[in-house]
């Protein structure tokens, strides 16, 4: 072969590897494995069961509610520990005076007081709440024997001296003050330690109603009751006599996310519950229903309200018979007398206003 031959071969058969090579090179690339989609995941902030609202302590606190006698005499003012509460429930007792079923479950609070006496219609207030244990000191013997035959556990403070811290800036009978330290610490041997089942429903809409700017709730000249409606807070603000802030013993102002003003036929007797001859004041809160209005974001919704036994929530229901949801929050129930006129003061209208460019 010749020389000429063999290089003309060689040739041929580099061209043909390089043929082959950009062939190779030209072949579609393997497409890259694609990403897994990355996900958020949203934890939203446990609510308490009987506010709707996020735990001021971060976690829902796995314990029963309580239910605290505070007094509202004229001289158990300020009282200490109405801020830090879930619900409070008002409602009347002999001689024209209020007295609160201050209800504590989701918040801690440091001072409690003044503690005092338990009257029957605290039976009717926790049973809703799963008869939760009752704070007081003392008590006229028929009533005593009511809260222990209803199953509500008795946390008399004259049992428990290790619950009791009293105050000497502040004179009997108004100087028995307690904690939810000292409480959770003394609950009574059976106590149920779980939170408790909610009893409204929550909604941040607000309802179609009529907007007001204040409630006024005259128990008596002792509890001349206004609440105002403060939007830059969104709560409602308490006053007594119209004007006067009332203040806890921290100098934070009462307030709730919702009033409740629930009207209930009020009996007296028959038991004589104090030395001036009061007669202990009845109301009847289970297998009735009546009158109720509730006041959330500025509105005022007109109602009812039922409850079916002692153990069932009380449900609130508007003209259309659909169920009241509360805003998230405190929550205050005025139990007012059917005796007693509650009053609302509409919020004005804003005037419209034309404006006229005259040309030139």
């Not at 509202?72 to 879930?86: C, E, F, I, V």
């Not at 297998?287 to 929530?313: C, E, K, L, Y």
Request: aromatic fraction near 6%.
């Amino acid at each position: 072969m010749s020389t000429t031959t063999t290089r003309i071969m060689k040739a041929t058969a580099l061209l043909s590897a390089g043929a082959l090579l950009l062939g190779a090179c030209s072949s579609s690339p393997k497409k890259p494995k694609k990403k897994a989609a990355s996900t958020t995941t949203t934890t939203k902030a446990p609510v308490c069961a009987l506010t709707g609202a996020p735990s001021p302590l971060g976690a829902i606190p796995q314990r029963t509610a309580i239910g605290a006698k505070i007094d509202n005499y004229q001289d158990a003012r300020p009282q200490s520990g109405l801020d830090k509460t879930d619900i409070v429930f008002e409602e009347p007792v002999e001689g024209g005076i209020t007295r609160y079923n201050a209800i504590f479950q989701c918040d801690n609070a440091d001072s409690i007081g003044p503690i005092r006496s338990a009257r029957q219609i605290d039976i009717g207030i926790l049973g809703q709440l799963g008869n939760p244990p009752l704070v007081h000191v003392g008590g006229i013997n028929p009533v005593l024997e009511n809260i222990v035959a209803a199953g509500i556990p008795n946390l008399d403070l004259g049992n428990y001296p290790n619950a009791i811290t009293h105050l000497n800036t502040r004179y009997a009978p108004y100087n028995t003050y307690t904690s939810t330290t000292q409480l959770y610490a003394n609950l009574p041997a059976g106590t149920k330690n779980t939170p408790p089942a909610p009893i409204y429903t929550y909604s941040p809409t607000t309802p179609t109603g009529t907007a007001v700017t204040s409630v006024h709730v005259p128990f008596s000249g002792n509890s001349d009751v206004t609440w105002t409606w403060a939007a830059g807070q969104n709560a409602w603000l308490r006053f007594y006599n119209g004007t006067s802030p009332d203040r806890n013993a921290d100098g934070v102002q009462n307030q709730a996310a919702n009033v409740i003003v629930q009207t209930v036929h009020v009996t007296y007797g028959p038991w004589v519950e104090n030395a001036g001859g009061g007669l202990e004041v009845q109301a009847v809160l289970s297998g009735t229903s009546g009158p109720a209005i509730v006041f959330r974001n500025g509105i005022q919704v007109n109602g009812t309200w039922s409850r079916d036994a002692a153990s069932s929530p009380t449900v609130y229901k508007d003209a259309a018979g659909a169920v009241i949801a509360m805003a998230p929050g405190r929550t205050w129930v005025e139990l007012v007398p059917d005796t007693v006129t509650v009053t609302a003061v509409p919020n004005p209208v804003q005037p419209t206003t034309t404006t006229t460019i005259k040309k030139k």
